[in-house]
């Protein structure tokens, strides 16, 4: 029996706006299946991983707080992949914007001057992009393979981080841990209520968010990535520039990843740490697929992925599972969103067995 895989002549677009509802539902019903197999109750655990993170104030401003660098890193990054510019190391622009931001805060001479922590923005985002500068490069002059040199660089700058926080860089009364200084006030974001750590850097967020909804969905250079996405020979035919797509994809991802960077470290951690990004860079990814590569899809993509980072802490404290079965979620949520895609853009056929 034989099977041949062709594309659909017309996606359903209906099914491409449903798929990440049937992903996600795919993913409770599978998640169910699977804490059964562990001997717990299925209905009290989503609720424990789901509902309890937001019956608080509290749970309400961790999930906002890390929703707000996911739905940044993947809106930059949404630009690059309408294009086919596929920059899978936000991660690593994430750790070099912190690394720069956290370097100005610590010893620029202007510390106690208000202009600390918009030079810090600046210092994170320049860093963000020059990291993702050096794909852009390789990309466009040597045709290099972008996915592999972008995740490279981010194990590149996790080392660097590491040299830092261990070294030269290290709080003399640390401890001895692996971690700088606190930053000092200025080049902290003000929280909305000491109570809790959500902050004002979330106003980026929401800037971001609206000028990437107007770069994709109301500018000429945005649709013409687009085209150069969907049919690179139509758009080379109508002469876009196929170099510009490429630097403009992995520099804007590159400067929201270390935008992001810099508000973790001036924002809810207040200093540079080994566990400066618990993986925000990769799993913005998912965020901006499961939006759709739309910003207003990303907010709710990077919602829902927010909570699974809250669900996993919380069934932890209240059940004992390891916080890192949220990444067992993720891995889900990714596969039934791919293979949505590929049925909503392709069918297997059978085919006709032929006689002697």
């Known amino acids: 029996m034989l099977f041949k895989i062709e594309p659909r002549a017309e996606p359903s677009r209906q099914m491409s706006i449903a798929a990440p509802l049937i992903a996600t539902g795919l993913t409770i019903v599978v998640s169910s299946l699977f804490f059964l197999s562990l001997g717990y109750n299925p209905l009290v655990t989503l609720y424990t991983f789901f509902i309890e993170p937001l019956t608080t104030m509290n749970g309400i401003s961790e999930w906002l707080l890390k929703a707000s660098p996911l739905i940044l890193i993947a809106c930059g990054l949404a630009i690059g992949f309408r294009a086919n510019v596929w920059n899978i190391g936000a991660e690593g622009q994430l750790i070099m914007g912190a690394i720069a931001a956290t370097g100005v805060g610590l010893f620029a001479p202007w510390q106690d001057s208000p202009l600390l922590l918009p030079s810090m923005v600046i210092a994170g985002m320049l860093a963000g992009m020059a990291w993702a500068a050096v794909p852009a490069f390789l990309k466009d002059r040597m045709n290099t393979n972008e996915i592999l040199v972008t995740l490279m660089l981010t194990y ?128 913005a990814i998912i965020v901006a697929f499961v939006g759709r590569l739309n910003a207003l899809g990303i907010v709710l993509g990077g919602l829902l992925l927010s909570l699974l980072y809250l669900g996993g802490e919380t069934v932890q404290m209240s059940l004992g599972l390891p916080s890192s079965i949220a990444l067992i979620f993720q891995g889900m949520l990714l596969f039934f969103l791919l293979a949505s895609n590929f049925l909503i853009n392709f069918r297997i056929r059978k085919l006709a067995m032929r006689t002697a």
């Open 156 to 283: 590149v700058a996790t080392l660097i981080l590491s040299y830092l926080v261990h070294g030269p860089w290290r709080d003399p009364d640390g401890y001895n841990s692996p971690q700088t200084a606190l930053l000092p006030y200025n080049g902290m974001f003000e929280v909305f209520d000491y109570s809790y750590r959500l902050n004002t850097s979330i106003f980026f967020t929401v800037v971001v968010v609206a000028i990437t909804w107007l770069f994709t969905e109301r500018s000429f250079l945005g649709y013409k990535m687009s085209v150069g996405g969907v049919a690179p020979a139509a758009a080379r035919f109508a002469g876009f520039n196929a170099s510009a797509s490429i630097w403009i994809g992995l520099l804007a991802s590159g400067a929201a990843a270390g935008l992001a960077g810099m508000m973790e470290a001036a924002g809810p951690l207040g200093q540079l740490s080994p566990q400066i990004s618990p993986g925000y860079g990769f799993a």
